[in-house]
């Protein structure tokens, strides 16, 4: 139910904010993948988990346009 509901408030989020949030994860996941690099990250899991997020948020820009 969780990623339902991310979706439905992804669909509301205009297209610049959109695209400010990709950026956002995009950050993230260069952050998570030198923390692992330098083994100072806990979960590993976030990284599969911002890959993922950054999929969606893709996903809702291509439905848009």
């Given at each position: ?7 439905k408030t992804l669909r509301t989020k ?24 330098f083994r100072n990250l806990k979960d ?8 993922k997020k950054i999929a969606r948020i ?8």
């Open positions: 139910m969780k990623i339902k509901e991310e979706l205009k297209t610049d904010l959109l695209y400010k949030e990709l950026q956002d994860e995009y950050i993230n996941l260069h952050k998570h993948r030198f923390s692992a690099k590993i899991t976030k990284i599969n988990k911002t890959k893709l996903t809702v820009i291509r439905e848009k346009i």
